[in-house]
Structure formats: structure tokens, C-alpha cells
């Protein structure tokens, strides 16, 4: 069964920047699709960005489009998430979830929390001066 083990988060001024790292414990993710998700206070869970399986293709959502980066190491082994310009509406528990699937394309209605069913325990990330 797919582990993901999530680090990086942490308290970050606005404009700062952080990385977050995804783990996958034995398993090549080449076929895995893999997002990130977050979660604020008192707010649903909500997609942030996934990958293809082979990496190829990204979604993200509007909120961090051109802000965020997520890709794959090559050795499929791990995920990132490189967050940049943070704010405080940045602010939540970050999410990294898998599905075993190949897909080559990802869009919004494949990056939903739905879709996945590995899911790690969060990195809480918190922009505040």
C-alpha cells in the first residue's frame, strides 16, 4: 500500500518562499498520479496542483498558478512543491495524495480530492509577518 510521508511546511513571512517534499516509501510514482491538496480552517479540502504519472503534464489551480511549482524527482520517488510570493491565504495544512492510474493529461476535473485514494498526514504551512 502506497505510504506518502509529507515535510517542509512550516511559518514563513509573506512573500517567502518554501518547498515541500512528498515521500513515497518502495513505490516508483511513474505509475502513480499525484496531487497536492490544502486545507484551511473551517474550509473544504481543495486542490492545489497534481501531475501526470510520467510527469509530463501539471494542473494548477488559479490561486497559485505561477506561483507554485510541482514535479516529480527523477527517480519517481518523490514529489515537490516549490510555493513562491506566499500570503496568508496560502495559509493551511498541505495535502499530498496518490492514485494508482496512468494518466497522461491531468485537468481540474481529474484534480479533485475525490480521485485519490493515498493520502499522507499534512505539513502545516503558515504565512503570517
Known amino acids: 500500500q502506497l505510504q506518502l510521508v509529507e515535510s517542509g511546511g512550516g511559518l514563513v513571512q509573506p512573500g517567502g518562499s518554501l518547498r515541500l517534499t512528498c515521500t513515497a516509501s518502495?513505490?516508483?510514482?511513474?505509475?502513480?498520479?499525484m496531487g497536492w491538496f490544502r486545507q484551511a480552517p473551517g474550509k473544504e479540502r481543495e486542490p492545489v496542483s497534481c501531475?501526470?504519472?510520467?510527469?509530463?503534464?501539471?494542473y494548477y489551480a488559479d490561486s497559485v498558478k505561477g506561483r507554485f511549482t510541482m514535479s516529480k524527482n527523477s527517480a519517481k520517488t518523490m514529489v515537490y512543491l516549490e510555493m513562491n510570493s506566499l500570503s496568508p491565504d496560502d495559509t493551511a495544512v498541505y495535502y499530498c495524495?496518490?492514485?494508482?492510474?496512468?494518466?497522461?493529461?491531468?485537468?481540474?476535473?481529474?484534480?479533485?480530492?475525490?480521485?485519490?485514494?493515498?493520502w499522507g498526514q499534512g505539513t502545516q504551512v503558515k504565512v503570517s509577518s
Open positions: 518502495g513505490f516508483n510514482l511513474e505509475h502513480y498520479v
Open positions: 495524495a496518490g492514485r494508482n492510474a496512468i494518466w497522461y493529461n491531468i485537468n481540474q476535473a481529474l484534480c479533485q480530492p475525490s480521485e485519490f485514494g493515498y
Open positions: 501531475i501526470s504519472s510520467r510527469g509530463g503534464s501539471t
